[in-house]
C-alpha cells in the first residue's frame, strides 16, 4: 500500500465504539477448543469431536529463522480474506502465485446483519443468528482448505451497534473466527489495494469508491503514475454512513405511486450529498480537470453493470474491468428509482435479495457522479477481500527478504 494512508477523521468515534484497526493483523485461524471424544458430554455421551491440534500464531517480532522454518514446513499452504459487512458475508481463499495469487474457494451470502440497525443501533438476535450461521460455513472452509494465513475483518455494522463487540466475542467462542472491527479508513485502504489495478488508464486524477451496506468510502488518489501495478498514493478520503441497508432502513418506503417512489428517491439523494458535502468541496478543484477517471467497487454498481450488458445472470468476468458510460448508469438508476419492489425483483440480475436495496445504491452512485463527473465508471468485482489477500501476501514476502537478509549477514561473518 501506499507510504501515506489517509488521515481518519472519524477515528477518534471509531475508538469509542471499541474499533480497532491495523495495517496488517495476520493471525493464524484456529478453531475453538473441541471437546475430547473420550470423554462424556454434559449429557453423559461421547459427542464423537476430535481435538484440534494447537498452532502458533506468528506474531510480529518473532525470530526470522523461525518464520523461514513456518513456512518451508506449510507446502500448499493457503491464505484467507474474510469481510463481513452490513450486508453480506464473503469469504475468498488463495494460494500465492508469483506476486498475485489463485482463488481455491470462496463464499458468499447476504445475511443482513445491519437490519434494523439504523433505528435501533443494535444487531438484531435473527441478523446475528443468520451471520453466525454463515461464519460456522466459512470455519469448516477454513479448515478444510489448510488455511495458515487469514484475516477476518468487520465494518460498519459492527463499527456502530452498541453490540457489536459482543457479538464478536460471540463469533470466536462459536466458530474460532477472531474478527478484527476495523475503521474506516483501514475499509477504505483496502478496498483501494483490492482494486485498483482496474483504474482505467489516464493522467487526470481518479476517485475510488466503496459502496457497502452501512457505509460508503471515497478515496482520492494520484494521478497517473508510473506503473499500473503499482499502488496510487491516497491523497483525501471521505466515509459516510450510508449504505443501501442503511439508507433504505432510514427513508421510509412508500407504495402508494410512481410519484412517491420518485419523491423517496430524492430524498436519498438529499442525505447522501449533505453527507459528502464537505469531500465535494475539497475535491471541486480535481474534479474540475480534464481526464478524471472514477472507479466502483459495490454491489450496486456490478448489478447496474450487468443490467447494461443485459445479461441473463452474472458473470463476473464480463462485469469486472468493465468500463460504462456514466450517463447510462444513470439512466438505469432513474429507471429503478420508479419501479416497484416487484418489478425490480423480476429483472434479471436482481432478484429479491437486491429488489428492496438498489435503489439507495443508485441513489448513492449518482451522488457520487454528481461530485465526480468522470464521463466513463470502471466497474470492480473485488475489493476488501483481495486487498486483505494483497496485505498478507506483501507482508510474508518482506519476511522473506529479512530472512535471506539475515542469512547473508550470518554467511559474511562466518566467512570472515
Known amino acids: 500500500m501506499a507510504e501515506t494512508t489517509p488521515p481518519d477523521r472519524n477515528a477518534r468515534a471509531d475508538k469509542k465504539r471499541g474499533a480497532k484497526s491495523g495495517k496488517v493483523a495476520d493471525f493464524r485461524y484456529t478453531r475453538p477448543p ?36 513456518l513456512r518451508q514446513s506449510h507446502p500448499g499452504e493457503a491464505y484467507a480474506a474474510l469481510d463481513l459487512g452490513t450486508n453480506n458475508c464473503r469469504l475468498l481463499i488463495a494460494r500465492p502465485s508469483g506476486h498475485d495469487f489463485t482463488v481455491i474457494d470462496a463464499f458468499s451470502r447476504v445475511v443482513k446483519l445491519g437490519e434494523g ?39 460498519e455494522a459492527c463499527r456502530r451497534a452498541a453490540n457489536g463487540p459482543a457479538f464478536i466475542e460471540r463469533v470466536r467462542r462459536e466458530t474460532g473466527i477472531v474478527l478484527d472491527i476495523i475503521s474506516a479508513e483501514e475499509e477504505a485502504r483496502l478496498a483501494v489495494l483490492g482494486c485498483h489495478i482496474l483504474l482505467e488508464a489516464g493522467d487526470g486524477p481518479a476517485m475510488i469508491f466503496d459502496i457497502g451496506g452501512g457505509s460508503t468510502e ?63 468541496a475539497r475535491v471541486a478543484e480535481a474534479a474540475a480537470m480534464d481526464d478524471i477517471r472514477l472507479l466502483g467497487t459495490s454491489g450496486t454498481v456490478t448489478t447496474l453493470a450487468s443490467l447494461y450488458l443485459e445479461l ?4 463476473r ?36 435479495d437486491r429488489a428492496d436495496l438498489v435503489v439507495a445504491g443508485c441513489a448513492i452512485l449518482e451522488s457520487i457522479l454528481d461530485l465526480w463527473p468522470a464521463r466513463r465508471l ?20 518482506r519476511s522473506e527478504r529479512s530472512l535471506r537478509t539475515l542469512q547473508q549477514q550470518r554467511s559474511r561473518k562466518s566467512a570472515r
Open 218 to 280: 471515497l478515496v482520492l488518489v494520484e494521478a497517473g503514475g508510473p506503473e499500473a501495478s503499482r499502488v496510487p498514493r491516497i491523497l483525501d478520503w471521505q466515509s459516510v454512513p450510508w449504505g443501501v441497508v442503511s439508507l433504505t432502513d432510514t427513508v421510509a418506503e412508500s407504495e402508494e405511486g410512481e410519484d412517491a417512489r420518485l419523491a423517496r428517491y430524492v430524498r436519498m439523494r438529499e442525505l447522501v450529498s449533505s453527507s459528502f458535502a464537505p469531500f465535494a
Open 317 to 352: 468476468r464480463a462485469v469486472d474491468g468493465l468500463i460504462v458510460p456514466a450517463p447510462a448508469m444513470r439512466e438505469i438508476s432513474a429507471r429503478l428509482s420508479v419501479m416497484t419492489p416487484y418489478e425490480r425483483a423480476s429483472l434479471p440480475c436482481i432478484g429479491q
Open 117 to 155: 440497525l439504523a433505528t435501533t443501533g443494535r444487531l438484531s438476535d435473527k441478523a446475528m443468528d443468520r451471520t453466525l450461521a454463515a461464519l460456522s460455513i466459512c470455519a469448516e472452509k477454513l479448515q478444510r482448505r489448510n488455511v495458515r494465513l487469514a484475516r477476518s475483518v468487520a465494518t
Open 378 to 397: 470502471g466497474v470492480a468485482d473485488r475489493g476488501i477481500r483481495e486487498g486483505i489477500l494483497r496485505s498478507l501476501m506483501a507482508a510474508e514476502r
Open 34 to 69: 473441541q471437546p475430547d471424544p473420550r470423554k462424556p458430554g454434559r449429557d453423559g455421551r461421547n459427542n464423537g469431536a476430535r481435538p484440534a491440534p494447537a498452532k502458533a500464531p506468528v506474531r510480529r517480532g518473532q525470530d526470522l529463522d523461525a518464520i523461514g522454518a
Open 312 to 315: 441473463p445472470s452474472y458473470d
